[in-house]
């Protein structure tokens, strides 16, 4: 069977990537992997690495660049939106509040899923709002494994403290009570991508009276379920590929 694409270009920078699959390679090793002319696989890998699909190593050898992370996590996270849809009904029907999922871009953070609550008084984020980083549960689920300078830099205008975002780290969920809106609080726990980075946080939230001001003494064990079953999807993707 024929593996080319009939785009000369494409099928050698192809043949460049799948080379460096098993680990650094130099310029001799590429040579002899692909097949391709010194000049040829010298210009591609030079050019594949100014696009960061390729990078170097202590040594100067080649090897897989970190945009090709960057395109897996963003390929993971379309799986997220794929699936969080009955995850958050389900967490809705089992909680009787309006369930969310945010991710953050930048100093914001992005309404991505909902699930609203049908009737009766609610809190009502739409897909696409977007909120700030420095107030709420997720803001506190999104920032608190970040590095320490970023999580500085989030601090300083925020309405949690550095104590609250250990206490996130430790137990594993936040909460928030009339810290985003007065009335509203809200529990929320992270998504993980396969390598453990936290790309999202879950969210439930309503008003105070029904979720008193201990929200996550009601709540933190069902939003950290269905956080957790968001991140099995992702890991079991990541297996699969």
Do not use: N
């Amino acid at each position: 069977m024929d593996d080319t694409s009939g785009v000369g270009v494409l099928d050698k920078a192809a043949l460049v990537l799948s080379a460096l699959e098993t680990g650094p390679t130099t310029l001799a090793g590429l040579v002899s992997a692909t097949g391709l002319a010194r000049p040829t696989a010298h210009r591609l890998a030079v050019a594949l690495e100014h696009h960061r699909f390729v990078g170097r190593d202590l040594q100067g050898r080649f090897v897989l660049g970190p945009r090709l992370s960057e395109l897996a996590a963003a390929a993971g996270e379309d799986r997220l939106l794929a699936t969080a849809g009955p995850i958050l009904a389900r967490l809705r029907d089992i909680t009787g509040e309006s369930a969310q999922l945010f991710r953050r871009q930048g100093d914001i953070r992005v309404c991505a899923a909902a699930a609203e609550r049908p009737s009766g008084l609610r809190d009502t984020v739409p897909v696409g709002s977007q909120l700030t980083m420095s107030a709420g549960s997720a803001a506190q689920v999104l920032l608190a494994r970040e590095d320490p300078e970023r999580i500085q830099r989030g601090l300083s205008h925020s309405s949690f403290s550095a104590v609250a975002l250990a206490t996130v780290r430790r137990r594993g969920w936040a909460q928030s009570v009339a810290e985003r809106e007065p009335g509203v609080a809200s529990v929320s726990a992270p998504v993980r991508s396969p390598s453990g980075k936290v790309i999202a946080a879950v969210s439930v939230s309503g008003p105070i009276e029904r979720l008193t001001r201990q929200p996550g003494r009601l709540h933190a064990p069902a939003v950290m379920a269905a956080a957790e079953r968001l991140s099995e999807v992702l890991r079991r993707a990541g297996t699969a590929e």
